[in-house]
């Protein structure tokens, strides 16, 4: 197969603007082309436009690129450079040096077909892929109107909104597809766009809409009958049952309910053979909130609506709002401190309250449904499952929360429901098992396990764990063997915190790569890289005014890092999410940073009143004076934007912000696909490790000193006069800038690193001391949010 290099996305309407916006954030040219307008809008009117006029004529490709730019679906705005636009008129021919083509026009039959035909095939050139990216129209349908050279190159690539967060692609050829184009196109996707691949049939809705509109419109059928509002029904179906913060109403809000009723009124006219069919009819209730104009976010109110004293709720009785009444229950309560998403699902289910007897109702429908749509939208529970994981964002699938329950135990209950359960799910007793570092799934059609395989390209670590892959670990972080002499430093503590116990594996990570490896990779598989230092422990170890337990605690993490900076191995970090604090700290010391595409690192500690003291503040002080020194020119611009970004606490948006931040720098890599982040690291540190010569500690460094001390220290004043910044603030931010200058001493001042973390230190354990800063570390403990004293 030809490289994808040049892709063209007929439709600039939300869903064909961040897809072409993706697009441009995985390097490829776009071309992005819509309708020409019929009428001038009034501000074209009043700039003496003409229905002639290009800004005219291209209008809603132009509000389309401007409006992912607004939704931040490119990584950077630049990014959006990469993207052309036009018009279905005057710029179809341009599509003919497009590699891939792919549809995004409104969902329906007769419209798209149209532009197939009169459109496309008339500029389309042989051998380009083409795609649509219906969400449930029939591949094969469409797949009739292409002649014979055309029909082997198209299929469905099925983006689920917005296509930069949500990894779900569903592909689904027709009867006509040529299998090395699905593999092409599968393996495209997962590399260069970081897409987890779906395979889905020519049914409706293919695979995670089936599952997931079902899901949501069961819910509200459970809503009614246990008089449950929607403030509660949401709390009982978030996190605590491993599904995501949305849930199910503020989810409908998100997809916008008119779009969710659409769907559903498609979905029963085209199920006429659906055993659940009467399940999508749309209730009454909702049909009453349309007519309204309540269709959710973009509405501004649907089952929610912000007001001044918060998110008010829809009461579906009355047809009124009403103002929040957080919801607490005890089964939601249990379910939360479960543990992994397997036992909160098994809590959820198993509780004695309302919201457990919606949990259960809802997933007990929801997974039968599942089960008996296979082989029928899918050949496999692992599609299923992942379709479910990456398209609604629930933390596990529907087979792998029937192993969770328990196959049996569920279909007992399920039974004495008086639901009617598949005779077949009586004869199984899990859907997954693993034995020996490999994972089985169960095929249903056969009867028979059948090995998960793994792509050369990804690295399992719990697989590897499992075949005994450990050399040694404590309960917050682990040492992995991933083969070819490299070493891997895995972390697992909750949220992957920094403690004791992880900085204990750091030295002996480091040893070990040394001792007797090539080369060491930090990275891990949790939800994220590292949230930072323990808070609790600092608390407590502040409050019993044991400060001597910090400072050590303190030494032994800069003393980690600095091992691992000048190590005699490479070593590469692969942050991937959330990188905070002492997580971007870990990072900053690798020789490389191999980032996944959606990294969010920054130095957040002014959060709790304290500044980065693990040698996060000292690495952005060298930093800024090698590039003075390597610029000759003074040093007051570079140290003055790393001190912003650890005042603000700053947090990229995306890995590709992290070079403008200088986090990362020339020679470090993104990588897309997050099942790959681990296996890139590795070949870095395989290819580094031929030609490795260990970094030297810098000598004679030339402090920035008092006088850009008192640069920043003017600027602090000015942001407090402002209201930017509180009283507080500037007393943390007066700390930072000592930090970050060198301290009390003249410009040009010689240096050293070791220098530069006694200061960090010295004023980390001085704010140690100060109440405004217990006071914002418990709040951060127990709301979560930054407290602004």
């Not at 800004?55 to 607004?70: L, S, T």
């Not at 659940?276 to 749309?282: A, D, I, L, N, T």
């Not at 502040?542 to 190590?567: S, V």
């Amino acid at each position: 197969m030809k490289q994808i290099k040049r892709v063209s996305v007929l439709g600039a309407g939300v869903m064909g603007a961040t897809i072409a916006a993706h697009l441009a954030n995985a390097g490829l040219d776009v071309l992005l082309l819509d309708m020409v307008p019929k009428e001038l809008s009034d501000a074209e009117q009043a700039k003496g436009l003409t229905l002639g006029s290009p800004e005219v004529r291209n209008r809603y490709a132009i509000q389309g690129k401007q409006g992912a730019i607004k939704g931040k679906g490119f990584y950077l705005k630049d990014f959006a450079a990469q993207v052309s636009v036009g018009n279905f008129e005057d710029h179809m021919e341009k599509i003919s040096s497009c590699d891939w083509v792919v549809e995004v026009v409104v969902e329906n039959m007769a419209i798209k077909k149209s532009l197939i035909t009169e459109k496309i095939l008339p500029n389309l050139t042989e051998g380009t892929i083409l795609s649509t990216n219906t969400s449930g129209l029939s591949v094969n349908e469409m797949a009739e109107l292409l002649p014979e050279q055309h029909r082997k190159n198209f299929l469905v690539t099925h983006f689920f909104n917005p296509p930069r967060f949500l990894r779900l692609l569903e592909i689904v050829p027709s009867r006509y597809t040529d299998p090395e184009v699905v593999s092409f196109m599968s393996e495209f996707g997962s590399k260069r766009l970081g897409k987890g691949i779906v395979y889905g049939k020519d049914t409706p809705n293919f695979v995670a809409n089936r599952i997931g509109v079902y899901n949501m419109f069961n819910a509200m059928r459970h809503l009614v009958d246990l008089d449950l509002t929607v403030e509660e029904a949401d709390a009982a179906s978030g996190p605590s049952s491993a599904r995501p913060k949305s849930a199910i109403f503020r989810t409908c809000d998100l997809v916008g309910n008119d779009t969710m009723a659409h769907v559903c009124r498609n979905s029963f006219e085209l199920l006429s053979n659906d055993e659940e069919r009467q399940m999508f009819q749309v209730p009454d209730f909702y049909s009453a909130m349309i007519e309204k104009g309540l269709f959710g976010q973009k509405a501004k109110q649907g089952f929610f609506k912000k007001e001044k004293d918060g998110i008010h709720y829809y009461d579906y009785q009355t047809g009124e709002y009403r103002a929040p009444q957080v919801p607490k229950f005890g089964s939601v309560k249990v379910a939360k401190k479960a543990g992994d998403a397997a036992a909160k699902v098994k809590a959820a289910v198993n509780g004695d309250d309302k919201a457990a007897e919606f949990v259960w109702r809802n997933l007990r429908d929801t997974l039968i449904y599942s089960f008996n749509r296979i082989p029928e939208i899918s050949d496999d529970v692992i599609n299923v499952d992942n379709a479910m994981k990456w398209g609604f964002g629930w933390e596990i699938g529907p087979f792998e929360m029937l192993d969770a329950i328990g196959v049996q135990q569920f279909v007992v209950r399920a039974e004495s429901d008086g639901v009617v359960v598949p005779a077949a799910m009586r004869e199984i007793e899990s859907f997954y098992k693993s034995e020996g570092g490999k994972k089985f799934a169960l095929n249903l059609v056969s009867g028979k396990y059948e090995e998960i395989p793994v792509s050369a390209s990804q690295i399992n670590l719990n697989r590897l764990r499992q075949a005994g892959s450990v050399l040694e670990g404590n309960q917050d972080a682990s040492i992995h063997d991933i083969g070819d002499g490299v070493i891997c430093l895995e972390f697992h503590s909750k949220m992957n915190a920094i403690d004791l116990g992880t900085i204990e594996m750091i030295e002996k990570a480091v040893a070990r790569a040394e001792a007797g490896g090539v080369g060491l990779v930090v990275g891990n598989q949790g939800s994220a890289f590292s949230a930072g230092a323990n808070l609790a422990y600092f608390l407590e170890a502040i409050k019993a005014k044991e400060l001597n337990k910090i400072e050590e605690l303190i030494i032994r993490l800069q003393n980690a890092l600095m091992g691992m900076k000048y190590a005699s191995v490479p070593v590469v970090a692969a942050p991937f999410g959330m990188v905070l604090g002492g997580g971007a700290e870990v990072a900053l010391h690798a020789d490389v940073i191999n980032a996944h595409a959606e990294t969010f690192m920054g130095l957040v500690e002014i959060g709790v009143g304290l500044l980065p003291a693990g040698g996060g503040t000292k690495e952005l002080a060298l930093r800024a004076i090698e590039k003075a020194s390597a610029y000759r020119t003074d040093v007051t611009p570079f140290i003055s934007k790393h001190f912003q970004n650890i005042l603000m606490g700053k947090v990229s948006g995306a890995a590709a912000e992290l070079e403008g931040m200088n986090y990362m720098r020339p020679g470090d890599a993104v990588t897309m696909d997050i099942d790959r982040l681990i296996a890139d690291a590795k070949q870095r540190v395989l290819s580094l490790s031929a030609t490795y010569r260990p970094s030297q500690p810098p000598q004679n460094l030339k402090a920035p000193g008092r006088d850009v001390g008192a640069v920043l220290k003017s600027q602090l004043y000015t942001m407090q006069v402002g209201g930017f910044i509180s009283e507080y603030e500037m007393e943390l931010g007066s700390s930072i800038a000592e930090v970050i200058t060198g301290g009390d001493v003249p410009a040009g001042t010689l240096i050293s690193e070791q220098y530069l973390l006694d200061l960090e230190r010295e004023n980390f354990l001085k704010l140690c001391g100060n109440d405004k800063t217990v006071a914002r570390i418990e709040n951060m403990l127990k709301t979560g949010k930054v407290l602004r004293n």
